[in-house]
């Protein structure tokens, strides 16, 4: 069970980080994204020098580079740590859109509510760091 769980989180995070940075190439998404990136606080100059479209490919090249090392890292254990820490920031960063975009949090039904494709991020976060320790353990091991 731990490893086949092991093989859901790596492969997991991997076909979404490729999935995702695959569809940023869109407009639909370039689009999508653009309240998000230009709310940010490190991230919003980006639209001052770059298209919407320029802008949403540099955040999706690191996304599938990091999905790479994901998956090679299943072989290799120092560019599965490598692609673990990256995720872990890709993640943090995805993350803080929620405290940075004006309108992202609501009252519904007297409940908080957010964006909740942000939020499943949370589940990404603590399997990243996971895999990170995973791959620094066994490193200390060699």
Do not use: C
Not at 23 to 49: C, D, Q, R
Not at 104 to 113: F, M, N, Q
Request: hydrophobic content about 50%.
């Amino acid at each position: 069970m731990k490893d086949i769980g092991k093989k859901i989180t790596r492969y997991g995070i991997a076909v979404l980080l490729l999935w995702i940075g695959v569809f940023k190439f869109t407009p639909t998404e370039a689009a999508a994204i653009k309240p998000l990136v230009g709310n940010h606080f490190a991230m919003s100059w980006l639209y001052s020098i770059f298209s919407d479209q320029a802008v949403s490919i540099l955040i999706a090249i690191p996304e599938i580079i990091v999905a790479g090392l994901l998956i090679v890292g299943a072989f290799n254990d120092r560019l599965g740590y490598y692609g673990s820490l990256a995720s872990i920031g890709i993640f943090s960063v995805t993350l803080s859109f929620l405290l940075t975009t004006p309108g992202v949090w609501a009252i519904t039904d007297g409940v908080p509510t957010t964006e909740f494709f942000l939020a499943k991020d949370i589940v990404f976060l603590g399997g990243s760091v996971w895999l990170a320790g995973y791959h620094k353990e066994r490193l200390k091991a060699d």
